[in-house]
């Protein structure tokens, strides 16, 4: 068990990093787009010809706010929104397809949300095969989709598993019904449990449930419950989220006030139940937030130290290139980054005019090239090592002299080429990052910018 002491002293807002520069870190320069499309077409060529490409798409639209919700989403009953935003994603990739190139093999492709069950089995079909109509499929492709259980269908999961996807990922949160209530995201366990049988009765080979731990009104009891629950089917994976309050970034979450939210030593309480029923479940901590049972590819891929992360969250596959098509999605050419307008209409007027629509991004320097390496070594493999003559680097100097604490700590071991990141450091791999996150250093927030790391 972690000491109060060592928690309460990392618990620290951090990022979580999907990205190195972290998103409020990149560049405030007007964003180049031709040289942008540049990036993309260089690093198409690279990945495509290796390993293939990474696809996000962003379907924002929910019937229903949850008021915990941090994710990009837009709030409708009007389902006629669905077709002319699926026309404008396909009008996106095909502008992308003009600047690969070359023919996309696709390696990995994610439908993300808001809710991507919001949208019919029908008009899903139209997306994903419009998509490939202009892409080939990689022998060890990975296609997944997160799906809402109160809105998941039969004909939801049949339509996407013939189009490939074999990955399936349920937002349950909790199955308290105070809590439930509170964070207005209502699904029974029968719900839940029937799309997962049903989803491995077609033939999905994983499933993921993402929970969230710090919710209001959430007690260890009602936590012991919901473990409980999920042990009966017993997803392939479990993303255990650290409940990330930003009400100043995301107002639904003053439906609640502070004082309905478990404290900082009920939360830390909250996380060690759920790491120690979750273990005893026989799930493997991957690490930040994430669980698989061994026979799971993010279990196995963790083994090989084949784990790769990005904007998605831990992955088993890497792709230099990762496209993100869709309102708020990030791409990444590993030397760059390019997000698209947040709001449905900004993105479809741009669409239309043709334009890529992408509103910021940053392109890497040398140094955080090399410090990127160096963070993704740390979430992934739990280690790195430099040689600071070969490829002499400031920033990660200077942070790791800051991690001299984190050594006394127990977190790290470092000697002079190489930090090892002990089984108590794994619990902090956001804080140890930090320490070498020279962005950060350099221009420390004066505003709370990321959530608590505890
Ligand atoms: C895009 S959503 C999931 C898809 C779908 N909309 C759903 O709710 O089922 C991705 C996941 O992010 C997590 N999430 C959203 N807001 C969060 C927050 N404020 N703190 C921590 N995790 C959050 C939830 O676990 C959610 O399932």
């Not at 696709?106 to 892409?135: D, V």
């Not at 160096?374 to 992934?380: A, K, Q, V, Y």
């Not at 984190?406 to 320490?435: E, H, W």
């Amino acid at each position: 068990m972690l000491s109060k002491h060592l928690i309460d002293k990392y618990n620290v807002p951090a990022p979580r990093y999907t990205s190195y520069p972290t998103v409020p870190y990149w560049s405030k320069d007007a964003f180049n787009k031709h040289l942008w499309a540049e990036h993309v077409t260089s690093a198409f060529e690279i990945s495509n010809k290796k390993d293939g490409i990474s696809l996000y798409i962003h379907l924002p639209f929910c019937e229903s706010l949850c008021t915990y919700c941090g994710c990009n989403t837009r709030i409708t009953k009007n389902h006629a929104v669905e077709e002319p935003y699926i026309d404008a994603v396909l009008k996106e990739w095909a502008m992308y397809c003009d600047i690969f190139g070359g023919r996309p093999i696709i390696r990995e492709l994610h439908l993300g949300g808001g809710t991507p069950t919001f949208f019919s089995p029908a008009n899903l079909k139209k997306l994903i095969k419009n998509i490939l109509a202009y892409a080939d499929v990689h022998p060890k492709a990975d296609f997944g989709f997160e799906g809402h259980p109160a809105n998941t269908t039969y004909e939801h999961l049949k339509v996407l598993y013939d189009l490939g996807f074999r990955r399936l990922s349920l937002g349950i949160q909790d199955f308290d019904p105070k809590v439930q209530f509170i964070i207005n995201r209502i699904q029974t366990f029968e719900q839940v449990k029937e799309v997962t049988e049903q989803a491995r009765k077609i033939g999905y080979t994983s499933i993921n449930y993402d929970l969230i731990y710090g919710l209001p009104l959430q007690t260890l009891g009602s936590l012991v419950d919901t473990i409980e629950k999920v042990g009966i089917p017993m997803p392939d994976r479990i993303a255990f989220y650290s409940y990330a309050h930003v009400p100043w970034i995301k107002p639904g979450q003053r439906r609640f006030t502070e004082k309905h939210l478990p404290s900082p030593d009920e939360k830390r309480a909250l996380y060690d139940l759920g790491h120690s029923m979750l273990t005893d479940l026989g799930y493997y901590d991957i690490g930040m937030d994430h669980f698989a049972l061994p026979d799971d590819t993010l279990y196995i891929a963790e083994q090989k130290s084949e784990l790769h992360r990005n904007f998605m969250g831990y992955t088993h596959q890497y792709t230099r290139l990762l496209v993100g098509l869709g309102v708020s999605s990030i791409s990444d050419t590993w030397d760059a980054y390019a997000q698209n307008v947040k709001t449905v209409e900004e993105y479809i007027v741009l669409i239309n005019n043709n334009e890529l629509p992408v509103v910021k991004g940053h392109f890497l320097s040398a140094e955080d090239m090399i410090i990127r390496k160096h963070i993704l070594n740390i979430m992934c493999k739990g280690e790195t090592e430099w040689n600071h003559r070969e490829e002499p680097c400031h920033g990660l100097m200077e942070g790791l002299e800051r991690m001299q604490d984190m050594v006394k700590d127990g977190l790290v071991d470092l000697n002079s080429y190489r930090l090892i990141v002990t089984p108590t450091g794994k619990r902090f791999l956001r804080n140890i990052c930090m320490a070498i996150d020279a962005r950060l250093w350099a221009d420390q927030p004066s505003t709370q910018l990321f959530s608590m790391a505890g």
